[in-house]
């Protein structure tokens, strides 16, 4: 083999690793920290097609609120009555009794949520309802 070939060859074998190392990357050994990318901020989310109607806390049959209204939720009259608020003669939470209290309506309906709906109730005995 010629002097010349022998170089060419021995530039095609230095030549290798170079490329490979241009290809591949070379680590940086630069002693500053690598910065983290700045994280990316999520979108504002876009408004829904169709609006979520919030549900009020409100009985408007009974006038109210319906998480605590003993007469359309049964789970709840055992407490009502280990509490000592309960209405024998109309069998619902005394603290709901607006026939024995009235007075407890208007302050029930201070307490009505604006997108409540229905309106005031009026019990009496003669009502229609099982009380």
Do not use: Y
Request: hydrophobic share 30%.
């Amino acid at each position: 083999m010629t002097h010349l070939g022998r170089l060419s060859r021995s530039v095609q074998l230095l030549a290798l690793p170079a490329l490979a190392l241009t290809l591949l990357g070379c680590p940086d050994n630069s002693s500053e920290p690598a910065t983290p990318a700045p994280a990316e901020t999520p979108a504002t989310p876009a408004a829904p097609l169709v609006q979520k109607k919030e549900a009020a806390d409100w009985c408007p049959e009974h006038g109210v609120p319906e998480s605590i209204c003993s007469r359309c939720n049964d789970s709840l009259v055992a407490g009502f009555k280990e509490k000592g608020d309960w209405c024998e003669q109309h069998g619902l939470a005394d603290s709901q009794c607006f026939t024995c209290h009235p007075e407890l309506e208007a302050e029930f309906l201070k307490k009505k949520p604006a997108n409540a709906g229905g309106e005031s109730t009026e019990h009496s005995e003669g009502d229609g309802h099982d009380h």
